[in-house]
């Protein structure tokens, strides 16, 4: 199972951009990177997905390298209402390995 | 399109009691995946259904079960309850198995074992 690897927590002031990293070494060819952000009490809302260069959707981009070990979530602008845990998921769906989450991210938000 | 629902939202129960979690996807999906949530064990993978058979499986010992309905509705079913298993158990749903579907996630039910 790919194991990922993200820091515990980040700060971020409102307004600016966010950078979070994921570290997958052992990412597997036909696995996808998925990102999730959790409030509490509330199950993970999916953010984006991405194979390999980059993608961008409404709400944040995701960077991922040539070699695909690591991955990176953009949030451009954060707010206050950004303060959430964010998941990094490695795998793809047909096997176990899709369901195999990071320890997560505390984005803390502040004015 | 409704969310993916999750009943109860909130149980209390008693070590050695057993008890039942019901999902129920959102319209149209047919996979449905359960997860547990500890402050410990962060998002741990517990099982997949799809077309009411158990295609993944998470490490967790036997006492978690679970069954999916020919309607895609699932349930998950714990028993003889451990303190350890107070948790958030998740229910995500997902249109397929296989490929690149994302999964939907419901509000969770809180698990509290006094």
């Known amino acids: 199972l790919a194991k990922t690897t993200q820091p515990i927590s980040m700060d971020s002031y409102e307004g600016q951009e966010v950078n979070i990293t994921c570290s997958h070494n052992?990412?597997?060819?036909?696995?996808?990177i998925t990102w999730y952000q959790q409030f509490p009490s509330q199950g993970p809302r999916f953010i984006i997905q991405?194979?390999?260069t980059k993608v961008t959707n409404e709400v944040a981009s995701l960077f991922i390298p040539a070699d695909r070990k690591s991955s990176t979530l953009s949030l451009p602008r954060v707010s206050l209402s950004d303060t959430a845990v964010y998941y990094c998921l490695v795998g793809n769906t047909g096997t176990a390995s899709k369901l195999t989450f990071g320890t997560g991210t505390r984005l803390q938000v502040t004015l | 399109k409704a969310g993916v629902t999750q009943t109860p939202r909130y149980l209390i129960k008693t070590r050695g009691q057993q008890v039942t979690l019901s999902c129920s996807p959102i319209?149209?999906?047919?996979?449905v995946s359960w997860y547990q949530q500890t402050p410990g064990q962060g998002l741990q993978f517990l099982f997949e259904?799809?077309?009411?058979?158990?295609?993944n499986k998470g490490n967790f010992p036997g006492r978690f079960s679970g069954r999916q309905f020919s309607n895609s509705r699932s349930e998950m079913n714990v028993s003889t309850l451990e303190l350890g298993d107070s948790a958030l158990y998740l229910c995500?749903?997902?249109?397929?198995?296989?490929?690149?579907?994302?999964?939907?996630f419901g509000p969770g039910t809180r698990l509290t074992v006094l």
């Open positions: 319209s149209g999906h047919r996979s």
């Open positions: 259904y799809f077309s009411e058979t158990q295609r």
């Open positions: 991405g194979y390999k």
């Open positions: 995500a749903s997902s249109p397929m198995f296989g490929g690149t579907d994302t999964q939907y």
């Open positions: 052992n990412i597997a060819t036909n696995d996808y």
